[in-house]
């Protein structure tokens, strides 16, 4: 089983900026996809950034190109989320995930396999 802690969420007014951290255990993370996704109340848990294998690929939704970066260091075992220009509408609870298998991005929630606990991320306006 992969264990994975999210830390860095909390309130920020609107145009600040947050980071994220997700840390992963096992000798292996290096062979995992990986992906930040957020769930706003009432509201399905959507794909924000996923990140390749190596870190060379990256996907981001329209609503955060320009806004987000993520990036990992696999020497770490840890995978970030840096969130700039924040939005209301960005708030939310933040989820790390990791999936096992083939190189290729993955973009819905159920093909990933271990999942953080969420951290809440809520920007006043």
């Known amino acids: 089983q992969v264990q994975l802690v999210e830390s860095g969420g909390g309130l920020v007014q609107a145009g600040g900026s947050l980071s994220l951290s997700c840390s992963a255990s096992g000798r292996t993370f290096s062979h995992y996809v990986m992906g930040w996704f957020r769930q706003a109340p009432g509201k399905e848990r959507d794909l924000v950034a996923a990140?390749?294998?190596?870190?060379?690929?990256?996907f981001y939704t329209d609503a955060v190109k320009g806004r987000f970066t993520i990036s990992r260091d696999n020497a770490k075992n840890t995978v970030y989320l840096q969130m700039n220009s924040l939005k209301p509408e960005d708030t939310g609870v933040y989820y790390c995930?990791?999936?096992?298998?083939?190189?290729?991005?993955?973009?819905?929630?159920?093909?990933?396999?271990?999942w953080g606990q969420g951290t809440q991320v809520t920007v006043s306006s």
């Open positions: 995930a990791a999936a096992t298998g083939d190189y290729r991005l993955k973009y819905d929630a159920s093909r990933y396999d271990y």
């Open positions: 990140i390749g294998k190596s870190g060379l690929i990256k």
